[in-house]
Structures are given as C-alpha cells and as structure tokens.
C-alpha cells in the first residue's frame, strides 16, 4: 500500500492562498489515481481534485479555476495549490490514492493520509 503524508496547511485570510503537499512512498508499480478530498465539521467527506498518471485533472465544480491539482513523479510529491480561498473552503484535507482511472468513488480510494487543517478568514 500506498503511504501518504499531507503538510502545507494554515491559516489564511479569505482571498488568499495556500498551497498543499502530500508526500507519496510505497509504489508497487501499479497505476493510481491521486486525489485530494476535504471534511469540514458536521458535512461529508467530499473530493475536490484528482490526477491521473497521465496527467489528466479533475475537479470539483466549486474550486475548478481557484484550485490546481499536480504531481512531482520524480519526488513523489502531490500538490494542491489553492488561490482565491474562500471561508466555505476551510476544512481538514485529504490526499488518497486508488488503483486505476480518476476520479472514481470516494470510497475507491484505499490509500489515504493523516489530513491537513486550512481554515479561512
């Protein structure tokens, strides 16, 4: 399995940016999907981007323009930077992986990290 480590979060304040890390060890050799997902109080987990191995991106409706998913192959490293931060943006978030195409089912995602807190103000 796949281990996942997020750093990079903070606090901002609304119209900022922060930009997240997840440092990925463990590849098999199989192909994964790479997402990030966020889990504010009382509301469900929810994905906001997913990259393929090809670099394909996906993205929730409500960061698409604001958020940039990518990947360092070389190091290992996911990315997730975010601009434009909004309040409804605060959460605890997430990178996962899964084996095969994005973006697939939250619960598709095997592999997931500690989580890194952002809050807006």
């Known amino acids: 399995h796949v281990q996942l480590v997020e750093s990079g979060g903070g606090s901002v304040e609304a119209g900022g940016s922060l930009r997240l890390s997840c440092a990925a060890s463990g590849y098999s050799g199989t192909a994964y999907c790479m997402g990030w997902f966020r889990q504010a109080p009382g509301k469900e987990r929810e994905g906001v981007a997913a990259?393929?191995?090809?670099?394909?991106?996906n993205y929730a409706d409500s960061v698409k323009g604001r958020f940039t998913i990518s990947q360092d192959k070389v190091k290992n490293i996911l990315y997730l930077q975010m601009n434009s931060l909004r309040p409804e943006d605060a959460a605890m978030y997430y990178c996962?992986?899964?084996?095969?195409?994005?973006?697939?089912?939250?619960?598709?995602?095997?592999?997931w990290g500690q989580g890194t807190q952002v809050t807006v103000s």
């Open positions: 996962a992986a899964k084996v095969g195409s994005c973006p697939g089912k939250t619960k598709d995602y095997n592999n």
């Open positions: 990259i393929d191995s090809d670099g394909s991106t």
